[in-house]
C-alpha cells in the first residue's frame, strides 16, 4: 500500500501553554532531522498532531526512524483519497479486504473537521459499514473492541483513512528537560541509565575516565561506540574524555586498598560536577542500581554522593539486573558493553573494598592528597567530540571477536 502520510500523535502532554509549544518545536526538530536523509518528505504540525507528507518516501523507511523518537507516543500510515463518498468506499473497501480474515469484525470511525462536506460522521459511518458489508458479506460489525478499526478523517485539504497505529517511543523530546552529564562506563548499566535520562526529554553529555596505558584505546573506543548508540535518540551527543591515570595512581599510592575505591570515585563525581558547572548542565546521571556491587551499597553511595550538592539522578536504582539487561538488548548497547576491555575501575579494582566506608576515614585519607591539582590537571586534559549515530565503530569490534562468536 502507498501511503500518503504518517500521522504522529504527542506523547504525555501533561504541561501546557508555553511548555506545549516548547514541546512541539523540539519534537518537530528531532523528526525533521531524522527524516532529513529523505529530501522529499514534508513535515507540518498544530497543537495536538503532527504529519510527515511522504511524497513518494517509503513509509517502512521513515518508520525506522520514528521508533526511536521521544515525545511520540504512537503515529499512523495514512492513506489519501478524493474528497466524496464513492471514493472513500472504494477505499475502505480495498483496506478492509486486505487485512480481513474469516471471523474478524471491523468498526467505521469518522472524524469530521470540515463541516461543508455534505455527509454528517453517522451518515458516513452508515454508509460506508453498508458499503463494506456488501463487499464481505461473511465480516460483522463491532462496537467495542473490533479487529479492524477504520478510521476516517475529513479535513479542508482532503480525506484520509488509517487503520493501524504503531506505539512510538513515547517519553519527552529530548532538550525540553534541560540537560545532565552522565557518567558513562564501558559497562551495561550506565548506557541504559542515559537511554532513560533522555527518554525523560534530557539532554545528556557523556563523561567518561579513562587511564591509559592502565586502559586500552580500544575501551575509549567502547565507550565512544556506547554514546553512538545513545545518539540513535538524541541526534548527536557530547562525549568528554577524561584522563584518570594520574589520580588512580596516587590513591592507590597513598592510600589502603578499601577504599580507593571510595576514593576514586569521589574523585570522578568531583570532576563530572564541575564539568557540569561548566557546560551548564543542572544535573549528573549514573548507572547505579542499590546492591550491585561494592559501591553502590547506601553507604557506599552516601560517602561518593558526599562531594557534590548538585542532583545526582540514578534512573536504575531500584532495577534488577536481568530488568537493566533487557533494556540494554532493546538499545542495542548489550553487545558491545560485554566486550571484554576494560575500563579504569576494573584495571585498579581494590581486592576487598569498604562496602560501608566510613566518611572521617575519607577525611583523613584524603587529606594525604592535593585533590585541587589533581582535579585541575584532569580538567585540563578533558577532549570533547561530538558524536554521531554513525560515528560508530561497532563493526570493528565484531569483527575483532568474529571468531569468538
Ligand atoms: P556500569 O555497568 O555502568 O559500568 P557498574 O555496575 O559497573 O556500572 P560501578 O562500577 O559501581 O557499577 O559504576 C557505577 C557508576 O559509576 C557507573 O554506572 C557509571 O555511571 C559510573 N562510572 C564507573 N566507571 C566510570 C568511568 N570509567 N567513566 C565514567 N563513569 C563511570
Ligand atoms: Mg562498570
Redesign the pocket.
Known amino acids: 500500500m502507498s501511503y500518503s502520510e504518517i500521522m504522529i500523535r504527542y506523547g504525555e502532554l501533561s504541561t501546557k501553554g508555553k511548555n506545549k509549544k516548547d514541546f512541539i518545536r523540539k519534537l518537530r526538530s528531532h523528526v525533521q532531522s531524522a527524516i532529513s536523509v529523505f529530501p522529499k518528505a514534508n513535515v507540518r504540525s498544530n497543537h495536538d498532531r503532527m504529519y510527515i507528507e511522504l511524497n513518494g518516501e517509503d513509509y517502512e523507511e521513515v518508520k525506522e526512524k520514528l521508533v526511536n523518537i521521544f515525545g511520540i507516543q504512537s503515529f499512523s500510515p495514512v492513506l489519501q483519497v478524493d474528497k466524496n463518498i464513492e471514493a472513500i468506499e472504494q477505499a475502505v473497501i480495498q483496506v478492509v479486504t486486505e487485512l480481513y480474515t474469516s471471523g474478524k469484525t471491523f468498526k467505521i470511525g469518522t472524524r469530521r473537521a470540515d463541516k461543508d462536506f455534505p455527509l454528517d460522521t453517522m451518515e458516513i459511518n452508515r454508509e460506508v459499514g453498508a458499503a463494506v458489508i456488501q463487499a464481505l458479506p461473511e465480516i460483522e460489525a463491532k462496537m467495542k473492541n473490533p479487529d479492524i478499526m477504520v478510521n476516517i478523517e475529513i479535513r479542508k485539504q482532503g480525506v484520509f483513512l488509517y487503520t493501524h497505529k504503531v506505539q512510538g517511543a513515547a517519553g519527552f523530546p529530548v532538550g525540553t528537560g534541560g540537560k545532565a552529564m552522565?557518567?558513562?562506563?564501558?559497562?551495561?548499566?550506565?548506557p541504559v541509565?542515559g537511554y532513560l535520562t533522555l527518554k525523560k526529554g534530557v539532554e545528556v553529555e557523556a563523561?567518561?575516565?579513562?587511564s591509559p596505558p592502565y586502559t586500552s584505546p580500544q575501551a575509549l573506543d567502547k565507550a565512544k561506540d556506547l554514546t553512538a548508540k545513545l545518539a540513535k535518540y538524541a541526534g548527536s551527543i557530547h562525549f568528554i574524555s577524561v584522563p584518570?591515570t594520574e589520580i588512580q595512581e596516587e590513591i592507590k599510592n597513598k592510600t589502603p586498598d578499601s577504599y580507593s575505591m571510595t576514593l576514586n570515585?569521589r574523585f570522578?563525581m568531583r570532576i563530572t560536577d564541575r564539568l557540569r558547572e561548566e557546560r551548564n548542565a543542572l544535573a549528573i546521571?549514573?548507572?547505579?542500581?542499590i546492591g550491585?556491587?561494592a559501591?553502590?551499597t547506601l553507604e557506599s553511595m552516601a560517602a561518593i554522593n558526599q562531594v557534590t550538592e548538585s542532583p545526582v539522578l540514578r534512573p536504575l536504582v531500584s532495577m534488577d539486573k536481568t530488568e537493566i539487561i533487557d533494556l540494554a538488548k532493546k538499545i542495542d548497547s548489550y553487545e558491545l558493553?560485554i566486550q571484554p576491555y576494560e575500563?579504569?575501575?576494573t584495571v585498579f579494582a581494590p581486592q576487598r573494598p569498604a562496602t560501608k566506608p566510613d566518611l572521617d576515614e575519607v577525611f583523613r585519607l584524603e587529606e594525604k592528597l592535593d585533590i585541587d591539582a589533581l582535579v585541575q590537571r584532569a580538567i585540563d586534559g578533558i577532549k570533547i567530540e561530538k558524536i554521531k549515530v554513525e560515528d560508530s565503530t561497532d563493526y570493528k569490534v565484531s569483527e575483532m571477536f568474529a571468531d569468538l562468536l
Open positions: 552522565l557518567m558513562l562506563s564501558g559497562g551495561i548499566d550506565s541509565a563523561v567518561h575516565f579513562y584518570f570515585r570522578m546521571v549514573t548507572g547505579e542500581s550491585q556491587v559501591s553502590q558493553s575500563d579504569c575501575c
